[in-house]
Protein backbone atom coordinates (compact mmCIF):
# COMPACT_ATOMS: atom_id res chain seq x y z
CA UNK A 1 0.00 0.00 0.00
CA UNK A 2 1.68 3.48 -1.20
CA UNK A 3 2.45 5.92 1.49
CA UNK A 4 -0.95 8.02 2.41
CA UNK A 5 -0.19 12.13 3.15
CA UNK A 6 -2.85 13.58 5.22
CA UNK A 7 -3.22 17.36 5.73
CA UNK A 8 -4.58 18.57 8.88
CA UNK A 9 -5.73 22.55 9.82
CA UNK A 10 -6.71 21.01 12.66
CA UNK A 11 -5.55 18.03 14.79
CA UNK A 12 -6.13 16.45 18.43
CA UNK A 13 -2.99 14.37 19.13
CA UNK A 14 -5.04 12.33 22.04
CA UNK A 15 -1.48 13.07 24.49
CA UNK A 16 -1.81 16.66 25.09
CA UNK A 17 -4.51 19.16 26.04
CA UNK A 18 -3.93 21.71 23.06
CA UNK A 19 -5.03 21.46 19.56
CA UNK A 20 -2.19 21.61 16.63
CA UNK A 21 -2.57 23.99 13.59
CA UNK A 22 -1.25 22.80 9.86
CA UNK A 23 -0.16 19.48 10.94
CA UNK A 24 0.50 16.22 8.53
CA UNK A 25 0.26 12.91 8.96
CA UNK A 26 2.56 10.61 6.94
CA UNK A 27 0.87 6.64 7.36
CA UNK A 28 2.93 3.64 6.05
CA UNK A 29 1.67 -0.26 6.07
CA UNK A 30 -1.42 1.38 8.64
CA UNK A 31 1.04 3.01 11.60
CA UNK A 32 1.53 6.45 11.33
CA UNK A 33 5.48 7.09 10.12
CA UNK A 34 4.99 11.29 10.72
CA UNK A 35 3.28 13.38 12.92
CA UNK A 36 4.12 16.68 13.07
CA UNK A 37 3.96 20.57 11.06
CA UNK A 38 3.34 20.51 7.56
CA UNK A 39 6.67 22.01 6.36
CA UNK A 40 8.21 19.17 7.62
CA UNK A 41 6.38 16.60 6.44
CA UNK A 42 8.24 14.23 3.67
CA UNK A 43 7.39 15.05 0.07
CA UNK A 44 4.88 13.01 -1.16
CA UNK A 45 6.44 10.37 -4.30
CA UNK A 46 4.58 10.02 -7.43
CA UNK A 47 1.44 8.00 -6.97
CA UNK A 48 1.62 8.46 -3.55
CA UNK A 49 -2.31 9.61 -2.08
CA UNK A 50 -3.01 13.21 -0.60
CA UNK A 51 -5.72 13.74 1.16
CA UNK A 52 -6.58 17.62 2.77
CA UNK A 53 -9.34 17.41 5.73
CA UNK A 54 -10.10 20.96 5.32
CA UNK A 55 -12.13 22.31 8.22
CA UNK A 56 -12.45 19.47 9.57
CA UNK A 57 -10.84 18.35 13.34
CA UNK A 58 -8.89 15.50 12.96
CA UNK A 59 -8.56 13.08 16.23
CA UNK A 60 -7.42 9.44 16.81
CA UNK A 61 -10.70 7.62 16.88
CA UNK A 62 -12.55 7.17 20.09
CA UNK A 63 -11.99 3.85 22.51
CA UNK A 64 -15.22 2.73 24.37
CA UNK A 65 -13.80 0.24 26.88
CA UNK A 66 -17.67 -1.07 27.98
CA UNK A 67 -19.57 -2.19 25.08
CA UNK A 68 -21.46 -5.61 25.09
CA UNK A 69 -21.00 -6.21 21.57
CA UNK A 70 -22.91 -9.37 21.41
CA UNK A 71 -26.13 -8.59 23.76
CA UNK A 72 -28.41 -7.10 21.12
CA UNK A 73 -29.91 -4.57 22.94
CA UNK A 74 -30.89 -6.77 25.10
CA UNK A 75 -33.76 -5.31 27.41
CA UNK A 76 -33.56 -7.99 30.07
CA UNK A 77 -30.61 -10.78 30.90
CA UNK A 78 -33.11 -13.61 29.38
CA UNK A 79 -32.84 -11.43 26.48
CA UNK A 80 -28.59 -12.01 26.68
CA UNK A 81 -28.96 -15.24 27.83
CA UNK A 82 -31.79 -17.22 26.96
CA UNK A 83 -33.37 -16.66 23.96
CA UNK A 84 -30.67 -17.03 20.86
CA UNK A 85 -28.19 -19.17 20.79
CA UNK A 86 -24.03 -18.40 21.22
CA UNK A 87 -23.39 -18.27 17.32
CA UNK A 88 -26.66 -16.20 16.55
CA UNK A 89 -24.90 -13.69 19.32
CA UNK A 90 -21.68 -13.79 17.07
CA UNK A 91 -23.34 -13.09 14.44
CA UNK A 92 -25.42 -10.24 15.15
CA UNK A 93 -22.11 -9.09 16.83
CA UNK A 94 -20.86 -8.16 13.66
CA UNK A 95 -23.64 -6.56 12.28
CA UNK A 96 -23.40 -3.91 15.29
CA UNK A 97 -20.20 -3.39 15.14
CA UNK A 98 -21.00 -1.06 12.07
CA UNK A 99 -23.15 0.91 14.40
CA UNK A 100 -20.01 1.61 16.41
CA UNK A 101 -17.85 2.43 13.88
CA UNK A 102 -20.33 5.16 11.94
CA UNK A 103 -20.42 6.52 15.56
CA UNK A 104 -16.53 7.34 15.52
CA UNK A 105 -15.56 4.75 18.01
CA UNK A 106 -12.76 2.64 15.74
CA UNK A 107 -11.42 0.88 19.18
CA UNK A 108 -14.08 -1.23 21.89
CA UNK A 109 -13.15 -3.40 24.43
CA UNK A 110 -16.08 -5.91 25.33
CA UNK A 111 -15.87 -6.98 28.82
CA UNK A 112 -17.91 -10.30 29.16
CA UNK A 113 -20.36 -12.40 26.96
CA UNK A 114 -20.48 -16.17 26.63
CA UNK A 115 -18.20 -18.39 25.66
CA UNK A 116 -16.15 -17.41 22.18
CA UNK A 117 -18.74 -15.10 20.49
CA UNK A 118 -16.39 -11.66 20.35
CA UNK A 119 -13.56 -13.25 20.05
CA UNK A 120 -15.24 -15.09 16.96
CA UNK A 121 -16.20 -11.25 15.74
CA UNK A 122 -12.34 -10.07 16.64
CA UNK A 123 -10.99 -12.96 14.71
CA UNK A 124 -13.03 -12.59 11.47
CA UNK A 125 -12.49 -8.61 11.52
CA UNK A 126 -8.53 -9.24 11.97
CA UNK A 127 -8.75 -11.88 9.28
CA UNK A 128 -10.10 -9.22 7.00
CA UNK A 129 -13.18 -11.21 6.33
CA UNK A 130 -15.06 -8.07 7.68
CA UNK A 131 -14.47 -4.19 8.22
CA UNK A 132 -14.86 -3.28 11.71
CA UNK A 133 -13.44 -1.68 14.98
CA UNK A 134 -10.15 -2.95 16.55
CA UNK A 135 -11.73 -5.43 19.93
CA UNK A 136 -10.45 -6.83 22.93
CA UNK A 137 -12.30 -9.83 23.29
CA UNK A 138 -13.15 -11.48 26.47
CA UNK A 139 -15.81 -14.49 27.22
CA UNK A 140 -17.20 -15.08 30.35
CA UNK A 141 -17.53 -13.02 33.35
CA UNK A 142 -16.14 -14.99 36.15
CA UNK A 143 -18.56 -14.88 39.06
CA UNK A 144 -19.54 -16.00 42.42
CA UNK A 145 -22.70 -16.07 44.46
CA UNK A 146 -22.91 -12.87 45.17
CA UNK A 147 -22.27 -11.16 42.18
CA UNK A 148 -23.61 -9.13 39.56
CA UNK A 149 -23.46 -12.10 36.88
CA UNK A 150 -25.09 -14.92 39.11
CA UNK A 151 -28.23 -13.83 37.95
CA UNK A 152 -30.80 -16.88 37.70
CA UNK A 153 -31.46 -19.29 40.91
CA UNK A 154 -29.55 -21.63 42.24
CA UNK A 155 -31.39 -24.26 41.09
CA UNK A 156 -31.12 -22.97 37.21
CA UNK A 157 -27.33 -22.16 37.60
CA UNK A 158 -24.80 -20.45 35.11
CA UNK A 159 -25.01 -22.80 32.10
CA UNK A 160 -22.03 -22.99 29.69
CA UNK A 161 -24.05 -20.33 27.50
CA UNK A 162 -24.60 -17.96 30.32
CA UNK A 163 -22.66 -15.11 30.23
CA UNK A 164 -21.37 -14.88 34.20
CA UNK A 165 -19.47 -18.32 34.97
CA UNK A 166 -20.01 -19.35 38.20
CA UNK A 167 -16.39 -19.65 39.79
CA UNK A 168 -17.16 -20.57 43.80
CA UNK A 169 -13.80 -22.00 44.71
CA UNK A 170 -10.12 -20.87 43.90
CA UNK A 171 -9.68 -24.29 41.75
CA UNK A 172 -12.37 -23.36 39.46
CA UNK A 173 -11.49 -19.37 39.38
CA UNK A 174 -7.82 -20.35 37.96
CA UNK A 175 -9.26 -22.90 36.18
CA UNK A 176 -11.88 -20.89 34.22
CA UNK A 177 -9.39 -18.10 33.93
CA UNK A 178 -6.59 -20.60 32.06
CA UNK A 179 -9.50 -21.98 29.66
CA UNK A 180 -10.17 -18.36 28.91
CA UNK A 181 -6.59 -17.36 28.08
CA UNK A 182 -6.18 -21.07 25.84
CA UNK A 183 -9.10 -19.85 24.29
CA UNK A 184 -7.45 -16.25 23.53
CA UNK A 185 -9.12 -13.34 24.96
CA UNK A 186 -7.47 -10.27 25.21
CA UNK A 187 -9.48 -9.20 28.50
CA UNK A 188 -10.90 -11.27 31.59
CA UNK A 189 -13.73 -9.78 34.18
CA UNK A 190 -14.62 -10.59 37.38
CA UNK A 191 -17.63 -9.63 38.90
CA UNK A 192 -16.45 -8.22 42.61
CA UNK A 193 -20.14 -7.44 43.68
CA UNK A 194 -23.40 -7.09 42.90
CA UNK A 195 -27.15 -6.24 44.50
CA UNK A 196 -25.98 -8.51 47.92
CA UNK A 197 -26.08 -6.09 50.64
CA UNK A 198 -24.87 -5.95 54.43
CA UNK A 199 -27.95 -4.53 57.12
CA UNK A 200 -26.29 -1.11 56.65
CA UNK A 201 -26.48 -0.70 52.93
CA UNK A 202 -23.07 -1.65 52.19
CA UNK A 203 -21.93 -4.09 48.84
CA UNK A 204 -20.68 -7.10 50.18
CA UNK A 205 -17.57 -8.19 47.82
CA UNK A 206 -18.36 -11.50 46.07
CA UNK A 207 -14.84 -12.66 46.50
CA UNK A 208 -11.96 -12.14 49.73
CA UNK A 209 -8.71 -10.33 48.94
CA UNK A 210 -6.64 -13.12 48.79
CA UNK A 211 -9.12 -14.86 46.34
CA UNK A 212 -8.90 -11.24 44.58
CA UNK A 213 -5.22 -11.63 44.83
CA UNK A 214 -5.14 -14.86 42.89
CA UNK A 215 -6.84 -14.29 39.90
CA UNK A 216 -5.70 -10.97 39.02
CA UNK A 217 -1.74 -12.52 39.47
CA UNK A 218 -2.97 -15.43 37.43
CA UNK A 219 -4.63 -13.16 34.65
CA UNK A 220 -1.03 -10.59 34.46
CA UNK A 221 0.68 -13.96 34.42
CA UNK A 222 -0.80 -15.41 31.71
CA UNK A 223 -0.25 -12.01 29.88
CA UNK A 224 -4.24 -10.97 29.44
CA UNK A 225 -5.94 -7.48 31.09
CA UNK A 226 -7.96 -7.63 34.10
CA UNK A 227 -11.42 -5.80 34.38
CA UNK A 228 -13.75 -5.80 37.61
CA UNK A 229 -17.31 -4.88 37.93
CA UNK A 230 -17.12 -2.84 41.57
CA UNK A 231 -19.88 -0.45 42.97
CA UNK A 232 -18.96 -1.14 46.47
CA UNK A 233 -16.48 0.56 48.65
CA UNK A 234 -15.08 -3.47 49.95
CA UNK A 235 -15.13 -4.57 46.20
CA UNK A 236 -12.73 -1.88 44.97
CA UNK A 237 -10.26 -1.69 47.76
CA UNK A 238 -10.21 -5.50 46.89
CA UNK A 239 -9.41 -4.91 43.31
CA UNK A 240 -7.41 -1.95 43.47
CA UNK A 241 -4.71 -3.40 46.03
CA UNK A 242 -4.67 -6.40 43.63
CA UNK A 243 -3.45 -4.00 41.02
CA UNK A 244 -6.55 -4.82 38.32
CA UNK A 245 -6.06 -2.97 34.97
CA UNK A 246 -9.45 -1.11 35.59
CA UNK A 247 -12.28 -0.77 38.13
CA UNK A 248 -15.94 -0.22 36.25
CA UNK A 249 -18.12 1.89 38.28
CA UNK A 250 -16.97 2.30 41.98
CA UNK A 251 -19.51 4.46 42.70
CA UNK A 252 -19.14 3.81 46.64
CA UNK A 253 -15.31 3.97 46.76
CA UNK A 254 -13.66 5.95 49.71
CA UNK A 255 -10.40 7.20 50.28
CA UNK A 256 -8.86 4.06 50.85
CA UNK A 257 -9.82 2.78 47.69
CA UNK A 258 -8.56 6.27 45.80
CA UNK A 259 -4.70 5.82 47.67
CA UNK A 260 -4.80 1.94 46.74
CA UNK A 261 -5.91 2.78 43.01
CA UNK A 262 -2.74 5.21 43.24
CA UNK A 263 -0.53 3.19 44.47
CA UNK A 264 -1.66 0.12 41.90
CA UNK A 265 -2.29 2.47 38.60
CA UNK A 266 -5.44 0.55 38.26
CA UNK A 267 -7.57 3.04 36.25
CA UNK A 268 -11.20 4.03 36.71
CA UNK A 269 -13.94 3.60 34.41
CA UNK A 270 -17.34 5.25 35.88
CA UNK A 271 -19.88 4.36 32.55
CA UNK A 272 -22.22 6.51 33.98
CA UNK A 273 -24.24 6.65 30.86
CA UNK A 274 -26.18 3.76 31.23
CA UNK A 275 -27.59 4.91 34.44
CA UNK A 276 -27.88 8.66 33.30
CA UNK A 277 -30.36 7.27 30.28
CA UNK A 278 -32.20 5.22 32.47
CA UNK A 279 -32.80 8.08 35.28
CA UNK A 280 -33.60 10.20 31.72
CA UNK A 281 -35.69 8.32 29.23
CA UNK A 282 -37.54 6.21 31.87
CA UNK A 283 -41.12 6.38 31.91
CA UNK A 284 -44.08 5.55 34.52
CA UNK A 285 -45.17 2.97 32.60
CA UNK A 286 -41.43 0.68 32.39
CA UNK A 287 -40.43 -1.99 34.85
CA UNK A 288 -37.30 -0.06 35.29
CA UNK A 289 -39.63 2.67 37.06
CA UNK A 290 -42.60 0.68 38.68
CA UNK A 291 -39.61 -1.70 40.06
CA UNK A 292 -37.63 1.00 41.31
CA UNK A 293 -34.47 -0.08 39.21
CA UNK A 294 -34.54 3.78 38.09
CA UNK A 295 -34.54 5.62 41.54
CA UNK A 296 -31.80 3.39 42.27
CA UNK A 297 -29.86 4.45 39.82
CA UNK A 298 -30.50 7.70 40.56
CA UNK A 299 -29.42 7.49 44.19
CA UNK A 300 -26.22 5.65 42.79
CA UNK A 301 -25.18 8.64 40.66
CA UNK A 302 -25.85 11.37 43.55
CA UNK A 303 -23.49 9.07 45.76
CA UNK A 304 -21.25 8.51 42.84
CA UNK A 305 -20.48 11.90 41.68
CA UNK A 306 -19.30 12.80 45.07
CA UNK A 307 -16.56 10.13 45.36
CA UNK A 308 -15.67 10.07 41.59
CA UNK A 309 -15.10 13.75 41.81
CA UNK A 310 -12.60 13.24 44.62
CA UNK A 311 -10.96 10.10 42.71
CA UNK A 312 -10.91 12.89 39.27
CA UNK A 313 -9.02 15.41 41.71
CA UNK A 314 -6.62 13.12 43.44
CA UNK A 315 -5.01 11.74 39.99
CA UNK A 316 -6.76 8.37 39.38
CA UNK A 317 -6.72 7.90 35.81
CA UNK A 318 -10.07 7.77 34.12
CA UNK A 319 -10.84 5.63 30.98
CA UNK A 320 -14.77 5.92 29.05
CA UNK A 321 -17.44 3.14 28.49
CA UNK A 322 -21.17 3.50 28.13
CA UNK A 323 -22.23 0.14 28.88
CA UNK A 324 -23.32 -0.43 24.82
CA UNK A 325 -25.78 -3.11 23.91
CA UNK A 326 -28.65 -2.83 26.47
CA UNK A 327 -31.98 -0.83 25.12
CA UNK A 328 -31.56 1.96 26.84
CA UNK A 329 -28.03 2.58 25.43
CA UNK A 330 -28.33 0.94 21.89
CA UNK A 331 -25.03 0.67 20.05
CA UNK A 332 -24.26 3.64 18.00
CA UNK A 333 -26.25 6.28 19.57
CA UNK A 334 -24.72 7.07 23.13
CA UNK A 335 -21.48 6.00 23.46
CA UNK A 336 -19.99 9.62 23.74
CA UNK A 337 -22.19 10.44 26.50
CA UNK A 338 -19.87 9.26 28.60
CA UNK A 339 -17.13 12.35 27.68
CA UNK A 340 -20.17 14.86 28.09
CA UNK A 341 -21.03 13.17 31.44
CA UNK A 342 -16.83 13.79 32.58
CA UNK A 343 -17.45 17.22 31.61
CA UNK A 344 -20.68 18.23 33.28
CA UNK A 345 -20.73 16.06 36.24
CA UNK A 346 -17.01 15.23 37.15
CA UNK A 347 -15.12 18.59 36.06
CA UNK A 348 -13.12 17.34 33.33
CA UNK A 349 -12.19 19.71 30.84
CA UNK A 350 -13.12 18.83 27.12
CA UNK A 351 -9.71 17.89 25.95
CA UNK A 352 -8.83 15.71 29.67
CA UNK A 353 -12.54 13.72 28.10
CA UNK A 354 -10.95 13.32 25.24
CA UNK A 355 -7.86 11.94 26.27
CA UNK A 356 -9.11 9.83 28.60
CA UNK A 357 -11.90 8.49 25.05
CA UNK A 358 -8.42 8.03 23.46
CA UNK A 359 -5.31 7.93 24.25
CA UNK A 360 -5.75 6.35 28.47
CA UNK A 361 -9.06 4.08 27.05
CA UNK A 362 -6.58 2.59 24.24
CA UNK A 363 -4.59 1.23 27.43
CA UNK A 364 -6.82 -2.00 27.71
CA UNK A 365 -6.05 -2.87 23.85
CA UNK A 366 -3.66 -5.47 23.26
CA UNK A 367 -0.13 -4.36 22.72
CA UNK A 368 -0.10 -5.37 19.36
CA UNK A 369 -3.49 -2.80 18.98
CA UNK A 370 -1.24 0.78 19.54
CA UNK A 371 -4.17 3.11 18.85
CA UNK A 372 -5.81 5.91 21.07
CA UNK A 373 -3.12 8.66 19.41
CA UNK A 374 -1.91 10.23 16.66
CA UNK A 375 1.54 9.48 17.32
CA UNK A 376 4.64 7.84 14.94
CA UNK A 377 4.39 3.90 15.71
CA UNK A 378 0.62 3.45 16.34
CA UNK A 379 -1.70 2.49 14.32
CA UNK A 380 -3.17 5.03 11.93
CA UNK A 381 -6.93 5.15 13.06
CA UNK A 382 -8.59 8.67 13.20
CA UNK A 383 -11.79 10.66 12.60
CA UNK A 384 -12.97 13.87 10.94
CA UNK A 385 -15.10 15.81 12.62
CA UNK A 386 -17.36 18.02 11.52
CA UNK A 387 -17.04 21.30 14.15
CA UNK A 388 -14.51 21.51 17.59
CA UNK A 389 -15.23 18.59 20.50
CA UNK A 390 -13.47 20.84 22.52
CA UNK A 391 -15.34 23.62 22.33
CA UNK A 392 -18.64 21.67 22.95
CA UNK A 393 -17.37 17.58 23.67
CA UNK A 394 -21.45 16.32 23.21
CA UNK A 395 -21.40 17.15 19.26
CA UNK A 396 -19.67 13.71 19.27
CA UNK A 397 -22.87 11.88 19.76
CA UNK A 398 -24.16 13.30 16.63
CA UNK A 399 -23.17 10.63 14.10
CA UNK A 400 -24.10 13.17 11.30
CA UNK A 401 -21.01 14.95 12.85
CA UNK A 402 -18.28 12.21 11.95
CA UNK A 403 -17.13 12.64 8.57
CA UNK A 404 -14.75 10.49 8.14
CA UNK A 405 -13.75 7.18 10.00
CA UNK A 406 -10.35 5.65 9.01
CA UNK A 407 -8.38 2.52 9.99
CA UNK A 408 -4.97 1.84 9.34
CA UNK A 409 -4.81 4.83 6.96
CA UNK A 410 -7.88 3.21 5.28
CA UNK A 411 -11.48 4.82 5.12
CA UNK A 412 -13.79 3.09 6.29
CA UNK A 413 -17.66 3.60 5.27
CA UNK A 414 -19.93 1.53 7.65
CA UNK A 415 -22.79 0.43 7.06
CA UNK A 416 -25.73 1.44 9.56
CA UNK A 417 -29.44 -0.02 8.19
CA UNK A 418 -32.54 -0.32 10.27
CA UNK A 419 -33.41 -3.87 11.48
CA UNK A 420 -36.80 -5.38 13.05
CA UNK A 421 -35.67 -6.04 16.99
CA UNK A 422 -38.41 -9.01 16.93
CA UNK A 423 -36.50 -10.84 14.69
CA UNK A 424 -32.97 -9.76 16.07
CA UNK A 425 -33.07 -8.68 19.76
CA UNK A 426 -36.01 -8.56 21.56
CA UNK A 427 -36.82 -12.08 22.03
CA UNK A 428 -38.15 -11.71 25.44
CA UNK A 429 -41.57 -13.71 26.52
CA UNK A 430 -43.32 -11.24 28.50
CA UNK A 431 -46.29 -10.51 27.70
CA UNK A 432 -47.24 -8.08 30.48
CA UNK A 433 -45.67 -5.19 32.42
CA UNK A 434 -48.23 -4.92 35.06
CA UNK A 435 -51.45 -6.51 36.79
CA UNK A 436 -54.44 -6.06 35.36
CA UNK A 437 -56.85 -5.68 38.22
CA UNK A 438 -60.74 -4.64 38.19
CA UNK A 439 -59.26 -1.33 40.13
CA UNK A 440 -56.34 -0.88 37.97
CA UNK A 441 -59.55 -0.74 35.11
CA UNK A 442 -61.34 1.63 36.65
CA UNK A 443 -57.71 3.71 36.98
CA UNK A 444 -57.06 3.11 33.39
CA UNK A 445 -60.61 4.48 32.14
CA UNK A 446 -61.50 1.37 30.82
CA UNK A 447 -64.50 0.28 33.37
CA UNK A 448 -66.66 2.65 35.40
CA UNK A 449 -66.20 3.99 38.81
CA UNK A 450 -67.06 1.84 41.32
CA UNK A 451 -71.05 3.32 42.93
CA UNK A 452 -71.27 3.34 46.06
CA UNK A 453 -75.19 2.76 47.18
Not at 21 to 35: M, N
Not at 169 to 196: F, L, N, P, S, W
Request: with cysteine; glycine share 10%.
Amino acid sequence: MPRLHVHCKTLFTGLEDLVRHDQALTIEDGLFTYVGPRDGVPQPLPGEQVIDTGEYFVMPGLVDVHTHLVFGNAKSEEDIDLHVSPEFRALRGLFFTQHVLAAGYTSVVVPGDAGQCSIAVRNAINGGLFSGPRIAASSNVIANRQSLNDWFPSWVGTPDYFTGRLCATREEQVGEIRRQAKDGVDVIKIAMDGTHLRPNGEHIAAFTQDETHGMVEEIHRLGKKAAVHAYGREAVLYAAKAGVDVIFHGFFMDDACIEAMLESGSHLAPTFTMLANNVEFAEDYEPSTRCGYAAMQRRVIDVGCRNLRRAREAGVPFMTGSDSGFAITPYGEWHARELEILVDWLGFTPAQALRAATSVSARMMPATQPVGALEVGRRADFILVDGSPLANVSILQERERIRGVYLGGRRVDAQVPGYDPFKVSDFNTLKWSELHTRQRAIEMGKRPARQLV
